[in-house]
């Protein structure tokens, strides 16, 4: 029996593995820098990064990825040392670690472009080395100062570090519990295994450890887990969490008044085979809240693309039932049915649009880090506040917004915040903030606030570095600030350079992103930046034909009628204006021709090609025809509003590709119309979508 | 049908042990993602050959080893460690604990499959080498 597994197969899932291990290392690293600076010790910090790196070198191992098999061991040695010493590190040891991190994320980087990695830096390597030892330094007695209830807390299966974890969340006031979970296949059925349990007990309290026990010591089952526990919530709220009796909850202090007196308590011997008993009589069910799955994005493209055709087929449908309606034949169910399948068309595209979803607070996973490395290079004193809650975003528009968030953060820092002597002479604390709130709004928009308490924008010298008058109104200021290459430094800083400003965020913001930009400043007192984006990008049924010899598209739900041109049909054609009558079920109806609204050809030529076609548009519900050359179809497209504001013209509702990697533009009929001054259009745009 | 249950903290190391393993005959493959859930789902099914990491979190292979190991019924389930380079020292700990065989990464498809078999087509290899270590 011979194998052919190759391990290179599973460099994507590797590759997407250990960007997550990344993610949570650079979470901990931080929070173990924090810790540090207080002179404090951050065991658990700690353990998850010796972990995190424990596993990234075993895979690396596998795939054949040397180099960063070779960082990770040297990190990780320090910090299995670390570990050992109770959860501390040297400040010395921080830099080191996070160029570490660094080098394998580079790394990464490159194997997920498809060329090798590149070889460990040497002299990384052996700074990494080099911390052992002084990691073993760091490492000062711990005086204890509670006493644990040795016999609840099975004191000989704990690691001293997590004695001391404890034993520091009792004299830090909060209390140390042992919750006990049994677990079955009947809970197990209802989703209650003990990873559920231990995510839902993380969110009461500090999970210490976790201790499998058996025979007398699980109370009479035949398995049960000890959670032991640092926690502020009271034993209701505990035993809510893992799915009440019977599981138990006691105290791990050693004098605890109230409970100390209680020793290893059995558990009601009757209730639990009888609760066991009943629950495994039950189906066992699909697993609620069954974590995370992990999906390739275009998978669910693919699921919006069968949406799509669903989508193209429902449009025939209704004409084919409004043609039915009008023969006389009696369509009212047929109509009913049609509405109601209307909305759960609405229902599924908004559930697939629901998975491609992010949180925005995985999004900004890497600003904390950005904020640390401006600390140093700007010896700047600076606090990042993050308070975006649970919000979510749709991958596409996550994706192009980051580098804007990453580039207003990056200015704040740069140019707004003070020094910290500055911040003093001027009255305010040294340390400077930065706050980046964000909130979803019923508008399905998501508003970002990122504000700084820094020196606030100098009017004046924006006007002067744009060689323009001091502008009066914050929406001037912003207008000039967003001028292309403005910079008010004379010379490139290292972290923001120079030229490379704020029309890129407001071009991606407004322009790729289709949302607003706004700001607030007071001279001395900080800017406010808020960004409004859409919460997912765009995506329009579109009718796709060609005119003059190039393909457009335009919003299905803006077409009221496609009808054939003909020489018969028109009553008069277009003039000098451009402008001729077509007659449809006996009213003429103006005939634009599109070509010349585009601007494609001379006005030379007169009459109406064979088989021409012309889309109806309603403007303020009075029919518009505009003739088009050639239909070539209908489907579904990710509308883009133009990026460059040079060919952003009213009656252009943005540009999309077709599938042919051309960008083909969609137009608006009735702002095109409108904007050669046939009438305003009416309610329709683009965008509508299942009408 | 050999039932296998696969424990690693790593989605992808789980899916590598699980292609190396697939191709022995009808193996059933349940895979765990911490000592915990292993040692849950030890208690709720039977199975004829456990794969463990020993780097995990709340509780490492070694403990899920002494703990299986004390558990009457499952004092015979053949068990193979998988672990990283470095992690060496522990394979004393974790052999006498009560695992049967220990592979480091990186390890190539054949050997694991090999250990494998041998633990499922031999039983008497399955036993614990060392009884009175038992944890």
Redesign the interface.
């Known amino acids: 029996?011979?194998?052919s597994?190759e391990?290179a197969e599973?460099l994507p899932?590797?590759l997407a593995?250990v960007d997550e291990l990344l993610a949570s290392a650079q979470r901990d690293l931080l929070a173990v820098e924090e810790a540090v600076r207080r002179g404090a010790a951050q065991p658990r910090a700690v353990r998850?990064l010796f972990?995190a790196l424990?596993?990234i070198?075993?895979?690396s191992?596998?795939v054949?990825v040397e180099p960063i098999?070779s960082v990770a061991?040297w990190m990780?040695?320090s910090l299995r040392l670390a570990d050992q010493a109770g959860g501390r590190l040297p400040e010395s040891s921080v830099e080191p670690l996070v160029e570490g991190l660094r080098a394998i994320e580079q790394r990464v980087r490159q194997l997920g472009a498809g060329k090798p990695a590149s070889p460990a830096p040497a002299n990384l390597l052996e700074r990494l080395e080099a911390l052992g030892p002084h990691v073993l330094e760091a490492a000062p007695p711990q005086p204890r100062r509670v006493v644990l209830d040795a016999e609840a807390a099975f004191a000989s299966k704990l690691a001293p570090s997590e004695r001391g974890q404890l034993e520091a969340g009792l004299a830090a006031g909060q209390r140390a519990v042992r919750l006990d979970f049994v677990?079955?296949?009947g809970r197990?059925a209802q989703g209650l295994?003990?990873?559920t349990v231990?995510e839902r007990v993380a969110k009461l309290g500090d999970?210490v450890?976790?201790?499998?026990l058996?025979g007398a010591a699980a109370g009479g089952a035949?398995?049960a887990?000890a959670l032991l526990l640092i926690t502020s919530s009271d034993d209701a709220a505990l035993l809510d969490a893992v799915g009440g009796a019977p599981a138990t909850v006691r105290s791990l202090e050693a004098d605890a008044p109230e409970e100390a007196a209680v020793p290893l308590a059995p558990l009601p011997p009757t209730a639990v085979p009888v609760a066991v008993a009943e629950e495994e009589m039950e189906e066992p069910e699909v697993r609620r809240g069954g974590g995370l799955l992990r999906v390739e994005v275009s998978r669910l493209d693919e699921a919006m693309e069968w949406l799509a055709a669903l989508v193209v087929n429902r449009s025939r449908l209704t004409r084919a039932v409004t043609a039915l309606t009008a023969t006389g034949a009696p369509t009212r169910e047929l109509t009913a049915i049609l509405q109601e399948n209307g909305r759960q068309l609405r229902d599924l595209r908004s559930a697939i649009l629901r998975l491609r979803m992010v949180r925005v607070g995985d999004v900004l996973e890497r600003l904390p880090l950005l904020v640390r490395g401006l600390r140093r290079t700007t010896g700047k004193s600076v606090r990042l506040e993050l308070d975006v809650g649970d919000a979510e975003l749709d991958k596409a528009v996550a994706d192009r917004l980051l580098p804007a968030l990453v580039h207003l953060v990056r200015n704040a820092v740069d140019h707004a915040l003070e020094l910290p002597e500055e911040r003093v002479a001027a009255g305010k604390p040294p340390e400077g903030l930065v706050h980046l709130g964000c909130h979803a709004r019923s508008s399905g928009q998501l508003e970002i606030t990122l504000r700084d308490d820094g020196r606030g924008v100098d009017a004046k010298a924006v006007a002067k570095a744009a060689n323009a008058p001091v502008p009066e109104s914050v929406d001037g200021l912003l207008d000039l600030l967003c001028r292309p290459g403005l910079s008010t430094r004379q010379e490139a800083t290292s972290t923001s350079g120079r030229g490379m400003g704020m029309d890129i965020v407001r071009r991606i913001v407004v322009e790729q992103l289709g949302g607003e930009l706004r700001m607030e400043t007071r001279k001395g007192a900080g800017t406010t930046f808020t960004l409004r984006v859409p919460l997912t990008v765009t995506l329009v049924d579109a009718i796709v034909f060609e005119c003059a010899g190039l393909k457009y598209a335009v919003a299905v739900g803006t077409v009221e009628e496609l009808i054939d041109v003909d020489a018969l049909r028109v009553v008069r054609p277009a003039g000098a204006d451009g402008l001729g009558l077509v007659e449809r079920r006996g009213a003429a109806v103006p005939l634009l021709s599109l070509e010349r609204l585009l601007g494609r050809t001379a006005p030379a030529q007169a009459g109406v090609s064979r088989g021409a076609k012309a889309l109806i548009v309603r403007q303020r519900g009075e029919p518009v025809a505009f003739a088009v050359d050639r239909l070539l179809g209908q489907q579904e497209i990710v509308l883009r509003p133009l990026e460059d504001p040079l060919v952003r013209v009213p009656g252009v509702a943005g540009a999309t590709d077709l599938g042919d990697g051309k960008p083909t533009l969609v137009l608006d009929l009735g702002a095109l119309g409108a904007a050669h001054g046939v009438r305003r259009k009416g309610a329709a745009r683009p965008g509508e979508w299942v009408s | 049908m050999p039932e296998v249950l696969v424990v690693d903290?790593?989605?992808?190391?789980r899916?590598?042990v699980v292609?190396?393993l697939r191709?022995?005959p009808e193996s059933r493959f349940t895979q765990a993602?911490?000592g915990?859930?292993a040692?849950?789902q030890l208690?709720?099914k039977p199975y004829d050959l456990l794969v463990l990491d020993l780097?995990?979190?709340?509780?490492g292979g070694i403990e899920v080893v002494e703990?299986v190991r004390?558990?009457d019924h499952l004092r015979s389930l053949p068990i193979i460690i998988v672990?990283?380079?470095?992690d060496e020292a522990s394979r004393e700990r974790a052999l006498a604990a009560g695992a049967n065989r220990f592979m480091t990464?990186?390890f190539t498809?054949?050997s694991i499959?090999g250990a494998a078999?041998a633990l499922l087509e031999k039983p008497q290899d399955a036993k614990p080498q060392d009884e009175a270590s038992r944890g």
Do not use: W
Not at chain 1, 209 to 212: Q, R
Not at chain 2, 83 to 86: I, K
């Open positions: 029996m011979t194998t597994v391990f599973f899932a590797y593995e998850e972990r424990h596993t070198k075993g895979l191992a596998m054949d098999v061991h990780e040695t677990p079955s296949a197990a295994t003990i990873n231990r999970i450890k976790v201790l499998p058996s035949s398995l887990f | 903290d790593s989605k992808v190391m899916e590598m292609a190396c191709p022995y993602s911490s915990l859930e040692i849950e208690s709720l780097n995990m979190p709340d509780i703990f004390g558990q672990t990283t380079r470095g990464k990186p498809p054949d499959q078999r």
